[in-house]
């Protein structure tokens, strides 16, 4: 059955990023009002989780889009709602990152972001799941996971305090040897940062794997095993311009599946949110596993 994308269901965060004082049903009479033939609920979430299971709830009810408002956090639980059921993810993006909804081109303006539902196009995405665990724009292992760990611990949201706590938890990590097997072959190494992109980047346009294609059935590797103070600069500013793989300050590789041992228990996230220790790590990529609502200035990549 085609899904109705005249039905629109917002799973909404009320205290995501920049969530607060925010009214979204003032917003949604203004932008979609009752001029173009569209069905709209607002759901907010309660607890972490919720979001998940409002976006199964709204896809079993006919609700052919679901919209996350919220972070990266929020989107992850709604794409993991949605899979499988044949409704699309749509973003209204309104957390720190928003690393998917910049990659698929969804305007960070509210007014703008609900716009785009008046006729939405949609494409499938590829999803990602790390030890089984769904991400769709990155997942990691080591310093950007500890650093997601304390960042959620910090009392204050937005890049100000992500920037801050990355930079004093710089003087105390260190490296983790580990054993890395993709396309055939076995990597021993150290591991500062192991990323796998999905999307091109983390959020706030730090671009971790700038050529990673959402829609090609790979995953998008980034190891950097060291990351001493020279290289660290370089690996900054390669975030912030784009040219990271060209920089000689991380190492790229390109696979449907890995797998990582690690000497210790390392630290793992998901879409930016951590997510616990492990020592085994298998990621692994779902082609074109998700259908999502994308702005209009995303290429229609071919497959």
Known sequence: MTPDLSRLCFVFNPISGTNRRFD?????????????????????????????????EAARQGFGVVVAVGGDGTVNEVGRGLLGTGSALAVLPRGSGNGLARHLGIPLEPAAAVALLRQPRVLPIDVGRLNGRPFFCTAGLGFDAHVSRCFAQAGTRGLSTYVRVALREYQRYQSCPVEIELNGQRIGTDCYVLAFANAAQYGNNAYIAPLADIRDGLLDLC????????????????????????????????????????????????????????????????????????????ENQAV
Do not use: C, N
């Not at 949604?28 to 979430?45: F, Q």
């Not at 997510?275 to 790590?281: K, L, N």
């Open 24 to 56: 979204l049903p003032a917003l949604l009479h203004r932008v979609l009002g009752k001029s173009y033939g569209l069905h709209y609920e607002v759901r907010p979430t309660q607890y972490a989780g919720h979001a998940e299971e409002l976006a199964r």
């Open 223 to 298: 190891l950097i095993d060291r990351l001493p103070l020279s290289r660290a600069l370089r690996v900054a500013y390669g975030l912030a311009v784009g040219d990271l793989p060209t920089s000689g300050a991380a190492t790229y590789h390109s696979a449907q599946t890995v797998r990582v041992r690690t000497e210790r228990p390392l630290g793992f996230h998901l879409d930016g949110d951590f997510a616990g220790e492990a020592t085994d790590f298998t990621a692994t990529l779902q082609p074109l596993g998700l259908p999502v609502v994308v702005g209009a200035g995303f």
